[in-house]
Nanobody
Framework: QLQLVESGGGLVQPGGSLRLSCAAS???????????IGWFRQAPGKEREAVSC????????NYADSVKGRFTISRLNAKNTVYLQMNSLKPEDTAVYYC????????????????????WGQGILITVSS
């Protein structure tokens, strides 16, 4: 069974940094390399929105305008793990963050649209507050 588990969340002051991890299990290394991975977030009372995604090889990334220049996504396929480095955090970044997997096979790129993502983690809370 394919599973994704997020870690690294918590409370941080405005201007601070956090790094989220998304660890995959139930994937072989070859299978994992066929998936693009995305990060999404959902604030209270709001719809889930896309944050960033990374292609299966790690060679291509996309970011929402709201996080460009502040967040960096990366992946280490040997560890079946994707990371989201979040810097210069703002109160409006407060949300539950989810990672998700999109089967892309041999395709390059990633689609920053939650409709394409089939496997989801349980989510982790990030609170940015002083």
């Amino acid at each position: 069974q394919l599973q994704l588990v997020e870690s690294g969340g918590g409370l941080v002051q405005p201007g601070g940094s956090l790094r989220l991890s998304c660890a995959a299990s139930g994937f072989t290394l070859d299978d994992y390399a066929d998936y693009a991975i995305g990060w999404f977030r959902q604030a209270p009372g709001k719809e889930r929105e896309a944050v960033s995604c990374i292609s299966s090889s790690g060679g291509s990334t996309n970011y929402a305008d709201s996080v460009k220049g502040r967040f960096t996504i990366s992946r280490l396929n040997a560890k079946n793990t994707v990371y989201l480095q979040m810097n210069s955090l703002k109160p409006e970044d407060t949300a539950v963050y989810y990672c998700a997997a999109d089967y892309v096979g041999g395709s390059s790129g990633c689609r920053l649209d939650r409709r394409y993502f089939e496997v989801w983690g349980q989510g982790i809370l990030i609170t940015v507050s002083s």
